[in-house]
């Protein structure tokens, strides 16, 4: 537990803007982030950020917007990110977080439905192409980074006197609108006020047990709510120091040189570790060594001090689902890998597998203190906490669909628990369909089984109409390395294995290896890695509908 002396305490009105001035308060040259430029590791003091914190604020207020004007955010994980937006903050403005992915389309249509006044730009990757879709009418401060043409620099930016007053809000104001990436539709504003956020940094920061010695490397996007509450909301609150990355290619570097206390990543990145230590450590050599005790020990020590994260308290996956022989395989490293549950709309907080557990793999664990979770009658997954959102913002009308009339959120998710108290997702309400038998097919349980074949990176169960259900799949970096004749064996192996398992009406006819990659510039996932189904859908509609001979087939552009 954080040391609570030091820790300030944890009342509703606690934002992170108060977090802030104790922090300045108390351990002014305390290290509060670590941001690498060009290979060297710049240290800011809770002094220095908060002096360039309060800088920005009076230029923002210098810019006579009015109050509770929304001020964006379009940039990488960066020091700076964080400073513009409490600065956004302190100024009594509403900070409006994009995707550093986001498309020319998804930015002007956050801009023209929030009426951002203006955006802070930082580093991305189509940089002049995702600056061209921000209207000129909107002004621009760039970020401390090269190749950004922008209304004004960081350097002009910070120019001001610092403003000497400490702002304080009132926990029930807005304080941010995070637009959800969504796999379908034209993405939702989701209101959060002070209190819903300082509530889930203060419930993180506690189940979490993160104190002033911790240390957190910011790398998924801080767009994202896991992220903005487990690093930034959390962070602040436990006082501890949050680390960047430069890039992706100084990726391990920063890891190395941050050793996080805890870390949390995605699927596919946790794939490409495994993919990693196997180019160096054969599985069946792997086998032998962890067999032996002395050995074993070594080897495990040996792998997680060269992925950095032998300082980790928790190491954690989410965004979606992780395989569960890819949980088991880190397990027998001693890399125990917690999933959870959560989205933007509670705060994040919803579910964790805190402490691991062998026995619940698979599981998306229990409620995080303060959540109170239940099932409807059609088994769909509803969540009370104080880390519900406000609303959907200009969108009365969805905002009163999200809430059961006492006042629960409708996750859309359909779960399971058991006699333990442990919950697992089954399924998403709107992804199930129907097939050409009249038959309901529920995809993810089914996916979930099929992930258990290493070649397979991505898959979709798809089939509406169909007289069977399939599935389309994107072989993993495994699987691209070994012959056709080799994958088609494991996947026909698997394909029997799974529909062996399952009722007769959800059997996979077959399945269709895609060698086109999903990714977020093909717009086949989501800014949160997730699968975008009906875009999936559309665009291999002809392949989906061809009537196949074979049980794996090989499909190419």
């Known amino acids: 537990m954080p040391d609570q002396s030091t820790v300030p305490k944890t009342e509703s009105s606690n934002t992170l803007l108060a977090c802030l001035y104790h922090w300045e308060q108390h351990t002014p040259q305390s290290l509060c982030m670590v941001q690498p430029v060009d290979g060297q590791y710049h240290s800011y003091s809770w002094l220095s950020v908060a002096t360039t914190v309060r800088k920005l604020a009076q230029q923002l207020i210098d810019m006579n917007y009015e109050p509770g004007s ?45 009426e951002v006044k203006l955006v802070f730009v ?61 796999s379908t539709g034209s993405p939702k504003g989701v209101m959060h006020t002070y209190e819903s956020m300082a509530w889930a940094g203060n419930q993180g920061m506690i189940d979490l047990h993160l104190d002033t010695q911790d240390r957190l490397l910011s790398y998924l996007p801080l767009a994202h709510i896991t992220e903005r509450v487990l690093v930034e909301m959390a962070g602040f609150k436990a006082g501890l120091t949050i680390h960047f990355i430069e890039s992706l290619d100084s990726f391990q570097r920063d890891v190395q040189h941050c050793e996080p206390t805890l870390f ?153 628990i058991d006699n333990d108290g442990y919950y697992y997702i089954t399924g998403r309400i709107k992804e199930i369909f129907k097939t050409a038998k009249g038959k309901y097919v529920t995809p993810a349980p089914i996916e979930a089984l099929l992930m258990d074949n290493n070649n397979i990176e991505q898959v979709c169960v798809t089939g509406a109409g169909l007289p069977q259900p399939i599935a389309l799949l994107v072989l993993s970096e495994e699987g691209q390395t070994r012959s056709n004749g080799s994958v088609t064996t494991s996947l026909q192996d698997t394909l029997k294995k799974v529909n062996a398992s399952l009722e007769s009406h959800q059997r996979l006819a077959h399945l269709i290896v895609i060698s086109e990659p999903w990714t977020i510039e093909n717009e086949l996932l989501t800014p949160t890695l997730k699968v975008k189904r009906h875009v999936l859908e559309e665009r291999f509609a002809d392949v989906i509908e061809q009537d196949y001979s074979e049980a794996v087939v090989w499909h190419k552009r």
Request: aromatic share 8%; hydrophobic share 40%.
């Open 70 to 114: 929304r001020i964006a955010i379009l940039s990488k994980n960066c020091a700076e990110w964080l400073m513009a937006d409490l600065a956004i903050m302190m100024a009594g403005y509403v900070s409006v977080p994009i995707f550093s992915t986001a498309g020319t389309d998804t930015i002007d249509y956050v801009l023209k439905h929030a």
């Open 122 to 182: 930082g580093k991305l990757d189509e940089t002049d192409k995702q600056l061209n879709a921000i209207p000129d009418s909107v002004a621009t401060v760039a970020f401390p980074y090269p190749n950004l043409d922008t209304d004004y620099s960081w350097a002009q930016f910070t120019a001001a006197e610092p403003l000497k007053e400490s702002p304080q809000v009132a926990p029930d104001a807005l304080m941010t609108i995070i637009y959800t990436s969504g």
């Open 264 to 416: 949390v990543s995605v699927p596919r990145l946790w794939s490409k570790f495994q993919l990693g230590i196997l180019q160096k450590l054969p599985q069946a050599k792997l086998d032998i060594l962890l067999k032996i005790p002395f050995i074993s020990g070594l080897i495990k020590k040996k792998v997680r001090t060269g992925l950095g994260l032998g300082k980790a308290k928790i190491c954690a996956s989410g965004s979606a689902p992780l395989a569960p022989v890819i949980t088991s395989w880190f397990a027998a490293l001693g890399i125990e890998i917690s999933e959870g549950w959560g989205m933007t709309e509670n705060a994040a907080l919803g579910t964790a597998s805190l402490p691991f557990n062998h026995d619940k793999i698979g599981s998306i664990g229990r409620p995080w203190g303060g959540v109170s979770l239940r099932l409807s009658e059609q088994q769909e997954l509803l969540t009370k906490s104080p880390g519900n959102m406000q609303g959907y913002y200009l969108d009365p009308a969805r905002t009163a669909q999200a809430f059961t009339e006492d006042g629960y959120l409708r996750t859309g998710d359909k779960a399971a």
